[in-house]
T-cell receptor, first 112, second 115 residues
Framework: SQQGEEDPQALSIQEGENATMNCSYK?????LQWYRQNSGRGLVHLIL?????REKHSGRLRVTLDTSKKSSSLLITASRAADTASYFC????????????FGKGTHLIIQP | DAGVIQSPRHEVTEMGQEVTLRCKPI?????LFWYRQTMMRGLELLIY????????DSGMPEDRFSAKMPNASFSTLKIQPSEPRDSAVYFC?????????????FGSGTQLSVL
């Protein structure tokens, strides 16, 4: 079963606009990670946020985590055509299991 | 660094045939994961290894699936016999440490089509 569920399933915006994707999960977590997948490729790690952190930045990426609501958001600022991809959140359970559980992803399209 | 290497890149086979997918993790990584991706079910964790030892294979769908890691630089995922519903993209990923906050490095995947 899926742990993380991304919202929306698909998002189309104009280049230069900001893109926000949300992720909800069900059980307690150790950390939450965001990955990007370009068409026909493997997933690439973007950013990791620990359960005791509330916000984290990396370049044009901003991630928030609200453990009380079991939710996270990924904000991409000043979007570019190259940001077109699917974005997945992944969680590692508080029980310490090593495997990451992925959501089904948000497909982001940046219109030039 | 060559990254995680998977082969073959594409595999087309007929129902009932044996399929073997291969993975070479990043040198020095001691955790290896096999995932399957489909439109309907998304990314599913099939099995993972720590220090070449299988830790959790609860995601392996059936006895038709088996995975091995004979050494730190090689793993296989075998399907015997294959069925059309096994068609998916199979990813291998590796990471540097166990039980910590490490990120996964993914290979490019094997696109499997079972006719």
């Amino acid at each position: 079963s899926q742990q993380g569920e991304e919202d929306p399933q698909a998002l189309s915006i104009q280049e230069g606009e900001n893109a926000t994707m949300n992720c909800s999960y069900k059980t307690s977590i150790n950390n939450l990670q965001w990955y990007r997948q370009n068409s026909g490729r493997g997933l690439v790690h973007l950013i990791l946020i620990r359960s005791n952190e509330r916000e984290k930045h990396s370049g044009r990426l901003r991630v928030t985590l609200d453990t009380s609501k079991k939710s996270s958001s990924l904000l991409i600022t000043a979007s570019r055509a190259a940001d077109t991809a699917s974005y997945f959140c992944a969680t590692r359970s508080g029980g310490g299991a090593d495997g990451l559980t992925f959501g089904k992803g948000t497909h982001l399209i940046i219109q030039p | 660094d060559a990254g995680v290497i998977q082969s073959p890149r594409h595999e087309v086979t007929e129902m009932g045939q044996e399929v073997t997918l291969r993975c070479k993790p990043i040198s020095g990584h001691n955790s290896l994961f096999w995932y399957r991706q489909t439109m309907m079910r998304g990314l599913e964790l099939l099995i993972y290894f720590n220090n070449n030892v299988p830790i959790d294979d609860s995601g392996m769908p059936e006895d038709r699936f088996s995975a091995k890691m004979p050494n730190a630089s090689f793993s296989t995922l075998k399907i015997q016999p294959s069925e059309p519903r096994d068609s998916a993209v199979y990813f291998c990923a590796s990471s540097a440490r166990t039980g910590q906050l490490e990120k996964l490095f993914f290979g490019s995947g094997t696109q499997l089509s079972v006719l």
